[in-house]
């Protein structure tokens, strides 16, 4: 994997997202305004995309953010469901896409659909197939997190921010590929 200025861009502009995010979790105390579902999309978006951390090594750079994107990933729900004050914070009306059926599920039936039609039986590869569902489940994670900022009609500073440095990282990996 070769490295440039735009994925690097990326990368900081991804992890500069997850920093405001916990630090707006961390400062209010509270998670109005966040959706959960975003989050829960994005982990299976990393981990399914991320499996080859077990068969391949790029470079230590890479498995790095791998490992950081999952963990912090993870982290942001674990706060946001289990750690009071922010627990009783979470308004789980505002957040009510019905991301496993609307989301996931589709991409994952686009995914095989896409890879059977692409490579067929005979050459069916487990780890292309959920890296192709990662890739189409990411282009639309991002939906409960807007539904909830048009529910809320008002968007705090550090929320704002988050939300525009997850698009400003979306944004600078188109221009790396």
Request: aromatic fraction near 16%.
């Given at each position: 994997?070769?490295?440039?200025i ?13 920093i ?6 961390r ?5 109005q305004?966040?959706s ?5 999309l994005f ?33 942001i ?25 609307f ?23 487990f ?29 705090e ?7 525009f440095f997850?698009g ?10």
């Open positions: 994997m070769s490295m440039n735009f994925r690097l861009a990326g990368d900081m502009s991804h992890v500069f997202s997850i405001v995010l916990l630090l707006r979790l400062v209010a105390k509270n998670a305004g966040i959960i579902r975003t989050h829960e982990l299976l978006v990393f981990v399914t995309r991320y499996l080859d951390l077990f068969t391949t090594f790029y470079s230590v750079y890479n498995s790095v953010m791998k490992i950081l994107y999952i963990g912090s990933t993870a982290s729900i674990y706060t946001i469901k289990f750690q009071e004050p922010i627990k009783s914070t979470f308004d789980k009306s505002q957040d009510t896409f019905l991301h496993w059926k989301a996931a599920a589709p991409c994952a039936v686009i995914a095989l659909l896409t890879h059977l039609i692409g490579s067929g039986f005979s050459d069916f590869d780890m292309e197939l959920v890296w192709t569902f990662s890739i189409y489940l990411e282009a639309i994670a991002i939906l409960p997190q807007l539904i909830v900022l048009q529910r809320y009609r008002e968007v500073n550090l929320t704002g921010n988050y939300v997850m400003s990282y979306r944004f600078l990996y188109i221009l790396n590929w």
